[in-house]
């Protein structure tokens, strides 16, 4: 009996991780940008779009669920802004998905708590020129590096994908840049050393003005996504959750037979690499034992992610067809499988019932049965057994003739008073020496007398259902001796 599973577990925190964070007691704002510019934090920062509305669809495709700014007429303004949207202590973490077009030569503000025109207050998360990500502290001093302390990343993300973006701040000259999984290291460049805010300055999403020499505001171009700031240090396992959005997971059956191949399939990335070697979405494998499998993804952005599932094996039955019988011609005898919950014997032709452990087997020729046993878990094994016939009895044919002698192979001692007791039959007999043994080689029954046949027990107690060797001696009235040998089945 097999399960097929799906299995959907993740090393790191899932898509729930997005869900979370509104509820998060240290949230100050969460802008997802479905439709509107309304904060979801418990805080109510709503942002009120300045310049035409122009949302659009999200890295999964959806509709109205990211804005794109055009460059040059729209932004946002966040204008109830209050000492908790504008912190003092640390640490802070502001995190964001953007999509920069290739070549893009203004600066792209993705966050300022703290806005006024011709100088640097608060704290402003941007994408320069060159595609690099900037988070800066602020000490309300005029345009210039005097008046900021700025961490630089070092990936450029003007190309056209949606990116991950993560600020933790941690203090000055403290601060750490994430691109998608990775931390972006980079360099510290300014002079601030303390944070700086006019409470009566809004806040302000898309655009700013920090050139020195500008005149107006300089329009960021791109689209935005799912932007939250936070009074805590995201972990490194929630940036990956974050990224993540899509886990890694592994399709297949989950449990398998020993030796017999088993294939898993993984998705959720662009390649892909498995502890088992191999490294293409789908692995074949063949576990002899119970084994875990590893994946690990990777996405175009060069992020991974693992995941693993464990691929129990069932074990084998043992097969046993019972031990090679000898029987004349025209004799039958009782094949003793075990071992299975099913059987199937193979030839059939000779066979009272193939698939029952003990089928009576009426050869005309020395045949090899081949039995294969199923156990409860669907697992198969197989033995062979022989049964030898003879042409006819080891003894000379005319004193056969003369006595005429015979010993059943098969009785069954059940009380019906049919075929309850098995004797040896012939004429012209003057005594005999009759021995039963069991197939361990014990002398259960013996006899002198032709009358006096075996009951199928032995000690006071039936004798179980199996096939049992015979050896007799018979002393003909003519003066000749026969020796005989066989099989004799015990039903019941």
């Known amino acids: 009996m097999k399960r097929n599973l799906l299995i959907f577990a993740i090393l790191f925190l899932n898509t729930s991780i997005f869900s979370q964070i509104p509820n998060d007691p240290l949230l100050i704002a969460f802008y997802p940008f479905d439709g509107n510019g309304n904060d979801i934090s418990l805080n109510g920062f709503n942002a009120t779009l300045v310049g035409p509305s122009t949302f659009t669809t999200d890295r999964f495709g959806n509709p109205g669920k990211a804005f794109s700014f055009n460059g040059y007429s729209n932004y946002f303004l966040i ?121 009566n300055n809004s806040g302000i999403i898309g655009a700013y003005d920090g050139l020195i020499g500008n005149t107006g505001l300089d329009y960021s171009l791109g689209v935005i996504d799912q932007l939250f700031f936070i009074k805590r240090e995201l972990s490194v396992q929630e940036i990956l959750g974050l990224y993540f959005n899509t886990p890694v997971t592994i399709s297949g059956s989950d449990t398998i037979c020993p030796g017999l191949p088993l294939t898993l399939s993984a998705s959720g990335g662009n390649t892909y690499l498995w502890s088992s070697g191999q490294t293409t979405a789908n692995a074949t494998v063949y576990p002899s034992v119970t084994t875990t499998y590893t994946v690990t993804a990777t996405d175009a952005n060069n992020c991974s992610q693992t995941n693993n599932t464990v691929v129990y094996v069932y074990p084998n039955p043992i097969a046993n067809a019972g031990p090679d019988q000898i029987i004349s011609v025209g004799e039958s005898v009782m094949l003793n499988g075990s071992g299975g919950q099913t059987y199937t014997w193979h030839p059939s032709n000779t066979l009272s019932n193939p698939y029952i452990a003990n089928p009576i087997a009426t050869p005309s020729i020395t045949t090899t049965y081949n039995l294969t046993v199923t156990n409860n878990f669907g697992c198969s094994a197989s033995d062979n057994v022989t049964i030898f016939v003879e042409p006819g009895n080891n003894n000379d044919t005319t004193d056969e003739k003369y006595s005429e002698i015979f010993v059943p192979n098969i009785f069954s001692p059940n009380g019906d008073g049919e075929n309850d007791i098995v004797y040896v039959y012939g004429t012209n007999i003057k005594a005999i020496k009759f021995y039963i043994y069991n197939r361990w080689g014990e002398k259960i029954f013996e006899s002198t007398n032709q009358t006096i046949g075996w009951n199928g027990s032995f000690k006071g107690e039936a004798c179980q259902i199996d096939v049992y060797v015979y050896y007799l001696e018979a002393y003909l009235l003519n003066g000749n001796k026969i020796k005989r040998k066989g099989n004799i089945s015990l039903v019941r």
């Open 79 to 199: 204008n109830n802004t209050n000492a908790t949207f504008k912190p003092t202590t640390f640490p802070l973490t502001v995190c964001v998905w953007l999509k920069i077009p290739p070549g893009n030569q203004g600066c792209f503000t993705f966050f300022k708590n703290d806005f006024a025109q011709d100088i640097y207050s608060g704290i402003r998360g941007t994408v320069i020129p060159n595609g690099t990500i900037t988070i800066s502290l602020e000490n309300g001093g005029p345009i210039g590096p005097q008046s900021r302390n700025t961490k630089t990343g070092t990936t450029n993300i003007e190309d056209g994908k949606w990116h991950l973006i993560t600020c933790i701040i941690r203090g000055f000259n403290n601060m750490d840049i994430y691109v998608d999984c990775r931390n972006d290291y980079g360099d510290y460049s300014g002079d601030a050393n303390y944070l700086f805010y006019d409470q």
